[in-house]
């Protein structure tokens, strides 16, 4: 834990006050920080300006779309995996508020509400809102499950994601913190410099953020105590 908060303090204290601030008011709508989740919410109106459709396997799909600059690292990120032999596929990128009350309630009348907030995020509380986000799939198999993460294109994916600015969003070992269950297949554009922190540090984006916010204004970390 102090070795993260040394990084994090290194790394803060390597910008300028007004650097930490535009990197907090990335936090609001129209950054690529955003935070998203069941405490932070989106209006049911909001829906980005600047989605295009990816130019890779899967991208031409209704449902993949994504806000420009993702769109562009994603890629990136496709070409570099098939450089090495893996075979990715978009497989879910921007979902309305309107389609995600539908996948919500669908998921709540199969395993009911409890669980389902597990695996799927209510109307306004999830990501792929944001056009920041997309499922990826291997093309020999197509399915969204525990198995990506255990391939070789998934583990790819955990370990190179951060240099086209993504990060693998949900972890099981982050449960407590994001709410949900591992999604190794879910990955999240927050951009080259703090994807490659937040990976350094081995900490959810709501860590991040909070700690980001927190040094920005003023109120650096302290050690457990103080």
Do not use: C
């Not at 409890?114 to 020999?140: C, F, I, N, T, W």
């Amino acid at each position: 834990m102090m070795v993260k908060a040394i990084t994090l303090l290194a790394v803060f204290l390597s910008l300028s006050q007004a650097a930490l601030h535009a990197y907090v008011a990335q936090t609001s709508l129209g950054g690529v920080l955003y935070l998203v989740n069941r405490r932070y919410v989106l209006s049911q109106h909001y829906e980005p300006a600047d989605l295009v459709a990816p130019r890779v396997p899967g991208g031409d799909k209704m449902g993949t779309l994504m806000r420009e600059e993702a769109a562009l690292a994603l890629e990136q990120l496709f070409a570099a995996a098939l450089a090495e032999g893996h075979e990715l596929v978009a497989s879910s990128g921007y979902r309305s508020y309107k389609k995600q009350a539908t996948i919500w309630d669908n998921k709540v009348g199969q395993v009911g509400q409890r669980k389902a907030q597990l695996y799927v995020a209510p109307p306004g509380a999830s990501e792929h809102q944001l056009g920041l986000a997309m499922d990826l799939a291997r093309k020999s198999n197509g399915h969204l499950n525990a198995a990506f993460g255990k391939s070789e294109e998934g583990r790819w994916v955990a370990q190179n994601a951060h240099r086209f600015g993504f990060i693998v969003r949900y972890r099981a070992d982050w449960t407590d913190i994001t709410g949900y269950a591992d999604e190794p297949w879910h990955i999240r554009y927050v951009g080259r410099e703090h994807a490659q922190t937040i990976v350094d540090l081995d900490i959810p984006l709501e860590t991040y953020v909070a700690q980001l916010s927190a040094a920005a204004f003023g109120e650096y970390l302290r050690e457990d105590g103080e």
